[in-house]
């Protein structure tokens, strides 16, 4: 049964699909109700920031592919400095990016 | 007719200018990690339309990630199913989040649910930027303009890419690994508009990390739900209360 073409995009449309916009469809049905500047969206904005953060920060901490052989203090030291001269200079996004990406490669061309 | 002429135009002027937004920084950034997703996709042994396929009905990146790695797994389509629904539980807070800024009294559910599918963390740090610069009744047309182009143009990219792409040099690689997290890092910061959200990020970037280690399977929701409860109490009861402390003397002043 699972040798079949299809079988693939069944798992993709049950497992990948359903799975990921179940959550969106409740979130546009939650969000309906919420005002704007309400203590509950308020609490909605910081659950929903944390978790996104927290997705990311393990990005950084804990990476797959060629960077996961890289040591933690280059990553951390790349994005910590360059998000320092992103909030020094004006909060411009290009700059962090730009600053931490730099140190980034060239600390993977020293070591 | 619904709309009157110049209103269809407008729609679609605003829906035009959302389409613009996928040569922003953000959108270019997305679309090489999407080269790198296609290179993950070759490797993981999952074929050209599926990938394809994927990125249009799931497209979360971090969601397909997981999908795949259970599925090169071998893992039966129950537990895949968990993997990856547990990992976007995430998106009921963050299309939530955004729906009151996007909505207005006229806005068809049917529309809001077909453009939920297009949030994910690109789109949706985009929507907190932009929104409010667009007229309420024109936020639909240029979300939309935004995020279903900004899924279309990505599915096309894995399919071209695929195969083309097998092997990056390592550092390039890593480089382009690491464009994602940091743009997320500045792009989120720069667009609190609130002191709680800034307090959530700091909390969400401390615990993520922390619970991976100390509780793997769940560690996205403790931070997310936990940290983020957190955030809210902390700033509820002790940053607004020693705000208005601090406001209420040179109200006292203004008096006459």
């Known amino acids: 049964m699972s040798d079949a073409w299809w079988w693939t995009y069944l798992v993709i449309i049950i497992a990948g699909w359903l799975a990921t916009d179940l959550w969106r469809w409740l979130g546009v049905i939650v969000g309906n109700r919420l005002d704007d500047d309400s203590e509950a969206l308020q609490w909605v904005r910081a659950v929903a920031t944390a978790l996104v953060m927290a997705v990311t920060s393990k990005l950084v901490f804990f990476p797959t592919g060629t960077l996961a052989e890289s040591p933690l203090w280059l990553r951390l030291a790349a994005l910590g400095i360059g998000f320092l001269v992103f909030l020094l200079t004006g909060q411009r996004v290009i700059v962090c990016v730009g600053v931490s990406i730099a140190l980034l490669i060239a600390g993977l061309m020293v070591l | ?256």
Not at chain 2, 80 to 85: E, G
Not at chain 2, 142 to 159: C, E, K, P, Q, S
Not at chain 2, 207 to 226: K, T, V
């Open chain 2, 1 to 256: 007719m619904l709309f009157s002429p110049s209103d269809v135009r407008s729609s679609l002027s605003w829906f035009l200018s959302g389409m613009r937004g996928i040569l922003s920084l953000p959108a270019l950034i997305l679309m090489t990690s999407f080269v790198g997703f296609s290179a993950f996709a070759l490797e993981s042994g999952i074929g050209r339309g599926e990938a394809v396929f994927m990125t249009l009905v799931v497209w979360a990146l971090p969601a397909k990630m997981i999908l795949i790695g259970t599925m090169a797994g071998g893992a039966p389509l129950a537990a895949s199913f968990l993997a990856v629904t547990l990992s976007s539980i995430r998106m009921m807070p963050m299309v939530a989040s955004i729906m009151p800024d996007m909505k207005n009294d006229k806005s068809p559910t049917w529309l809001l649910l077909f453009l939920s599918h297009f949030v994910a963390i690109t789109s949706w740090v985009f929507a907190i930027q932009h929104l409010n610069d667009v007229p309420r009744d024109k936020r639909i047309a240029y979300f939309g303009g935004f995020a279903i182009t900004l899924t279309l143009i990505n599915a096309v990219i894995v399919g071209v890419c695929y195969g083309i792409v097998a092997q990056f040099p390592p550092i390039v690689a890593g480089a382009l690994f690491m464009l994602t997290p940091i743009y997320f890092f500045a792009s989120i910061w720069a667009s609190a508009r609130h002191d709680v959200v800034k307090l959530a990020f700091v909390v969400g970037v401390v615990m993520g990390p922390a619970m991976a280690m100390i509780e793997p399977e769940f560690d996205i929701l403790y931070a997310g739900l936990g940290g983020g409860t957190l955030a809210y109490l902390f700033d509820r009861y002790v940053l607004r209360p020693r705000r208005r402390a601090k406001a209420s003397p040179s109200v006292m002043e203004d008096m006459p």
